[in-house]
């Protein structure tokens, strides 16, 4: 189970094996992998013990520990190395499963507490760091990967079926639930405890409650103010390594803020030397962005790294990419990442900030301002409404929240007539309350997926991305802020806009396109891709167990008549496409 995952850890590796009595030679196996980020020595290694009564194997960071140590300290706790595994080992030993409420970080753990006999499973509030579990054999198996349980005995894994259909007909997942049958994740922002002598494994239970955030910020000037320091802060506890830091820049507003901040940090907690970035462009593409990232180079002192995906590599990269990510992915914008995540480690970097986690903090997505706007029209308050949508076509307003009318209500109406398990996050979206929503968008809509894709990118090729954005601080804040404070005359996030004043281009404040992390893809499905999807849909693909070839067949010529220019019908092929090669590489079919 270990060696499967060599790829996340290729700085040293370990295991160990605890009796528990009762005759048995070993009652718990502990592996792990280690990526090398804070005390390279040998004293940070893991499976890690305390006081010959914890064990801990660790896969994340906790920023804080510096802070965490020195309270623990005062308690009385002795620490042999300078690694934050020994403080959260301390801190259980201090605080119980409570511990998890004082940290700042991502992590997915498990603690073996030998006198309780008994194992704690627990993630970081976001879930940023994966874990999963299953049950085979008489043994609960736990892990960073889904692929390392194929190692055990009757390691043979089985395909969800609803996942599956879920997924091929929207796009989406249940951030609750995984691809494979009988493998579950333990969810973001809890920690179950396993009872070693019945292996009976209690319910998640949650230590984080964003939901009970009281909005208490309604002038724009104190919400910009509040985000930038506590940005700067997240960003300056983000910087934390033993190892070289960078930072992945798109050109966007929230990689760029997070690459601003980490310039101006002082007292040696800013980068060594010049700040390496890295981005992916498209030369000649419409979504090529080079030219907003030389705009942010242009202020920001680094030493940038880039990298252009074709469709070549991609096909020559295609099954292992889907190997390393365990699960289909949702687009091709993956891929994108996979490259810059390549492209990091061969800089020598193993650890990147990025902006991930922007949007969703802020509600900076255009269908989060048209809910706003929905919400406002829904209370009479028209006026408001006419305000952003007049004020946008004034000067100093981003028409673009106009423009975007036409595709939203299209996009509303196509949603409202697919039936009910096609659509998507637009039920949750009718069904909840605005304070609602906004927890739902940060904890279930989008960012499960992404963070997921993201950590199997980066740890792919053993590097660590770090999300200052996702700090528990920062995302506590931003609820805080009411919604009318996010946007103004067509503009989303406006605490970061105007909290970034002065620290980044007036191109990059003010910008009004928003391209995302994009690849080709409509143009390499009709193209280079054509005889990929082609030998899925004249074949016998193990995906007909799920959809109607048929009907494949028939979205693959509406695609390639459309030259793929729709969105929906494109997006839906390539998941079919994805489906057979993710089946066929995990002998699925």
Not at 32 to 57: C, F, K, N
Not at 534 to 543: F, K, L, R, T
Request: contains cysteine.
């Amino acid at each position: 189970m270990t060696e499967l995952v060599a790829h996340r850890g290729p700085d040293g590796s370990g295991t160990e094996h605890l009796a528990l009595g009762g005759g048995e030679p070993w009652g718990v196996a502990l592996g792990h992998r280690r990526l090398s980020i804070i005390d390279l020595s040998e004293a940070g290694r893991q499976p890690m013990v305390y006081r010959d009564r914890l064990w801990i194997t660790y896969n994340g960071e906790v920023y804080n520990y510096v802070e965490l140590r020195r309270e623990l300290e005062q308690a009385g706790h002795a620490f042999h190395s300078h690694s934050d595994t020994e403080v959260i080992l301390a801190a259980y030993d201090e605080w119980g499963p409570s511990c998890f409420e004082r940290f700042r970080g991502m992590w997915g753990l498990v603690i073996v507490d030998v006198p309780r006999r008994r194992a704690i499973l627990c993630r970081d509030r976001m879930g940023i760091k994966p874990l999963y579990f299953t049950r085979r054999q008489g043994m609960v198996a736990a892990a960073s990967e889904i692929k390392q349980f194929r190692a055990l005995p009757c390691g043979r894994l089985q395909a969800d079926p609803t996942a599956v259909r879920r997924y091929l007909a929207t796009g989406y997942e249940d951030s609750a639930t995984t691809f494979f049958a009988d493998v579950q994740t333990v969810p973001a922002g809890t920690y179950q405890v396993l009872e070693l002598d019945t292996l009976e494994l209690s319910p998640p239970q949650p230590y984080w409650f964003p939901e009970r955030v009281e909005e208490t910020v309604t002038r724009p000037e104190e919400a910009a103010e509040r985000f930038r320091q506590t940005l700067h802060d997240s960003v300056r506890l983000h910087m934390r390594s033993d190892v070289p830091v960078g930072c992945a820049l798109s050109g966007g507003l929230d990689s760029s803020a997070v690459a601003a901040c980490i310039t101006s940090l002082e007292n040696g907690e800013g980068p060594k030397g010049a700040l390496n970035t890295f981005s992916v462009v498209f030369p000649g593409d419409a979504i090529d962005e080079r030219v907003f990232i030389d705009q942010v180079l242009a202020r920001v002192p680094a030493s940038p790294h880039f990298v252009v995906p074709d469709a070549d590599t991609f096909i020559a990269d295609l099954d292992e990419f889907l190997w390393k990510h365990d699960e289909p992915v949702g687009s091709l914008s993956q891929y994108a990442g996979y490259a810059v995540a390549r492209l990091t480690r061969e800089a020598g970097v193993p650890v990147t900030l990025n902006g991930q986690g922007g949007d969703e903090v802020l509600s900076g997505y255009w269908q989060c301002y048209f809910v706003h706007l929905q919400r406002m029209a829904r209370r009479c308050h028209l006026l408001n409404v006419a305000g952003h949508l007049g004020g946008s076509l004034l000067p100093g307003g981003n028409p673009e929240l106009v423009w975007q009318v036409p595709g939203m209500f299209k996009r509303y109406l196509d949603r409202r007539r697919a039936p009910s398990e096609a659509r998507g996050p637009l039920a949750e979206m009718e069904r909840l309350g605005e304070r609602e929503w906004r927890v739902y968008e940060i904890r279930e809509l989008m960012l499960p997926r992404l963070l997921k894709w993201d950590d199997r990118n980066f740890m792919a090729f053993s590097v660590e991305g770090r999300y200052p954005f996702l700090d528990h601080t920062v995302i506590e804040m931003c609820l805080s802020f009411a919604p009318g404070v996010l946007y103004d005359r067509g503009w989303t996030k406006e605490p970061l806009r105007r909290g970034m004043n002065g620290m980044l281009p007036d191109e990059t404040l003010r910008r009004r396109s928003k391209i995302g992390f994009e690849t080709p893809q409509d143009r390499w499905l009709v193209g280079p891709l054509a005889p990929l999807v082609d030998a899925v849909i004249a074949g016998d693909s193990p995906a007909w167990a799920y959809t109607d070839p048929h009907a494949a067949r028939e979205l693959a010529a509406d695609v390639r008549r459309s030259r793929g220019q729709s969105l929906e019908q494109h997006q839906a092929l390539l998941r079919i496409m994805l489906l057979d090669r993710w089946m066929r590489r995990f002998e699925l079919n």
